[in-house]
């Protein structure tokens, strides 16, 4: 028995060794090696979503706090209250610099390239698609940094012991942005001509951005041209007036391109008679929108969801406790004209200063733009078919004001019927977060599907990256600067026809601040402000640390170079005085929130990031951004 | 009981081990402490720039120790500056855009920069070339009003020479003053039609609660950050 044993033993020892060689020759089952990927359209694909899923946004649906600054909004959150009390910026802020993105698009490209497996057809739109996302990323490092290391191919180290031919000095920064042209140029026809096609690159994707990249270029060098401070003997920062007027046409050509319908069938978005309603559902409905070009898509229960609704829905009968951050200011809500197209304060005192009465709390915003309450959520205004609750409190026969510190409270007053509410559930409640502090919430991009405020179910709306109400804002200003009023009026008046503004603008009412100012309440909260700002070269003027004081806010306001170093807010009170006709009507009083302290100051040093020491350490040949 | 006796024999080790540890860990450092103090001021021809608290700084920059890193040393509000650093030699570097002067030229090899050996207590005096001086300031009080006056020398003149955007006279009721939002309370600008003689006047707020105030004149040239200031100035009432 102990032999047989034994023998069995052996024989299994024996036979284990044999397969010893094969067990290492086995192929690995957790990793794909590159022949494998390039064979299979589904597999690059599965790389190129990687690429999309780190696209650059400056500011996304992702951080709401990145769509609202520069004081168009004030956020109620405790802990940001200190971003409203100091003064400068780092010189580092809004920098990136990845070439880690770029070296894996580049590879993508060269081995896309070398592959044999895949269908022409596919391999020709991969690679389209590739090289747009490397454009849009050079593109994103152009706005914040000036002209950088223009790298197209994958570069290896050959270990020799000396790297310096891996160095590159920065590019002029008009060289970054004729790439950014010409590869959008050269990819749009291999890319799909299709207007549904929303979150991956198309034509109307790629001709978005040549005229975004080229309008933002050919500003630079006409604007530039006033703050020489802001520039580099070698140009990587700053471009020479003399290219302007080729960088409008250009952008002006790539907007029509689009408006003539060459991409595919792109219009604004018309769907609902009701205006407001209208331009609310641009972002947030997702079938069949003609108004989309480019988007970065979410979904529910994929893993794929982002809090913006929750972040920011009004706080009073939330589908979470929590809410209300993103307050937008009276600074922006007053620069929604009126219908007539008159920019004018909103009219809380006559002429005498009196303050004048209103019946509905929301009044006062009566015959405004539309796009107003699509963008913002004003006293009186419903999310989610409630009523929001935004008073601050309430003011007797005799002035005297009473109001609560916590939201919704109730007080005995003079003459109140017992215990009476002083204050509305959602404020303003001044430094109490999540409360409306200016009187406002934001409304663009709060989705109004049923849990979209819960943590567990989160928002599956999308962030729009182009849109074609940008594109014709784009065409209206490259055609004003090249001298056409006539064409630039026309697109300007698209887009506000739309948003129920009657009166027409005439050729000769097409003014640099006009198209600012509509750039203003058109694209806020969508992440371009402050673009707009820079390469305007005004953000220095608008942002100069100088606080606003109260007689300043309601002046010039539909001005470019307006003040904009703290956001007012702008507070309701109901009036108690029973026999009077007032009793129960509404008054507005503008306010600042007493935790803005500071006034924004934006440095020369600003319009372009600083780049990291760390990087001028590694190379030597790239020169730092002026005045840091 | 012995349970008790074994848990505080056991807390008795640790506290020893501990104990021992802190004594042999501690080891006398061997990098000497910094021993230069740097200090001096902003000049021109002997006469400090003033500028506003933090708004002007420059760099120091030192080779031989791996990858450089600038040292920032900011300047004060009346131009003075001081920074306590390790002997050595130092290259000083004004940064171009920052303050309202421009470095003046070394030489070819070194350009504006300057070699600053640094042993000791070293004091330095930068002469820089602003584009302005403002000369001659006086203020005084009459009620309620704080009234000020000064003459402005253009010093850099020809194809570099700047205009002035604004000159105005700061409040403040620290003696940090300057266009800073958190360091004045008050400000009022001057007509700046004829700069030898530049007059402002400004009221003092109501819920300035002391007696006294600080004041300063500061000039902003066109297209430069930092202002010019003059000395500021405590006025009692």
Known sequence: MKKSIFILMIMAVAISCTSDSEFLEREPTNILTQDQIFTDPDLPLTILADLYNRYNDFGTVKDWASLSDFNVAYWSEAGRYGHFQNTDRGYGDWGSWDYGYIRQMNLFIERLEASTGLDEGDKARFSAEARFLRASYYFSLVKRMGGVPLITNSEEYDFSGDPSYLQHPRETESAIYDFVIQEAQEVKNMLPTDASTKSRATKGAALAMISRAALYAGSIAKYGASTSQVSLPGNEVGIPVSKSDAYYTTSLEAAQEIISGQAGAYSLYNKKPELSDNFASIFYDKSNNPEAIFVEDFMLQSGKVHGFTISNQPRYGAEEEEGGRINPSLNLVQSFETLEGECVPLPNKDNSGNFISYDEIDGIFDGRDARLKGTVIVPGSSFKGRKVDIWAGVQLADGTIVSGDSRGQQKEFPGSNGQEQVVGFDGPIDGLEFTAQTGFYIRKYQDPKAGSGQRGVQSDVWFIRYRYAEVLLNAAESAFELGQSGISADYMNQVRSRAGITTELTPGDITFDRIAHERYVELAFEGLHLFDLKRWRIAHIVLDGIPISPDEITKDICDATKRETQPYGLWPYKIHNPGSPDDGTFIYKIVKPTRVTGADRFRFGNYYSEIGQDILNNNPLIIKNPNQ | ?237
């Open chain 2, 1 to 237: 009981m012995e349970s008790k006796y074994k848990i505080m024999k056991t807390i008795y080790s640790i506290l020893f081990l501990g104990l021992i540890l802190g004594f042999t860990s501690c080891e006398i450092d061997n990098y000497d402490k910094p021993d230069a103090f740097f200090s001096g001021q902003i000049t021109y021809q002997d006469d400090p720039i003033m500028v506003g608290y933090n708004h002007v700084k420059f760099q120091l920059w030192q080779s031989g120790f791996g990858n450089e890193g600038p040292i920032d040393v900011h300047v004060d509000q009346d131009g003075s500056f001081s920074a306590r650093m390790f002997s050595g030699t130092y290259r000083l570097k004004l940064n171009e855009g920052d303050g309202p002067f421009k470095a003046n030229f070394v030489n070819e090899q070194l350009g504006d920069t300057i070699l600053v050996d640094l042993n000791g207590d070293t004091n330095l005096n930068i002469e820089v070339t602003p584009y302005y001086m403002v000369r001659n300031p006086q203020f005084s009080i009459s009620g309620n009003t704080v009234e000020a006056s000064a003459s402005l020398e253009q010093i850099i003149t020809g194809e570099d020479a700047k205009d002035i955007e604004h000159a105005t006279l700061y409040l403040n009721s620290t003696m940090f003053v300057s266009n800073n939002n958190d360091e004045n309370v008050a400000r009022g600008d001057a007509d700046i039609s004829e700069l030898s003689n530049l007059s402002m006047s400004v009221d003092i707020p109501g819920d300035i609660t002391q007696d006294y105030i600080f004041a300063r004149i500061g000039v902003r040239i066109s297209g430069v950050e930092d202002m010019i200031f003059s000395p500021v100035e405590k006025l009692t009432f």
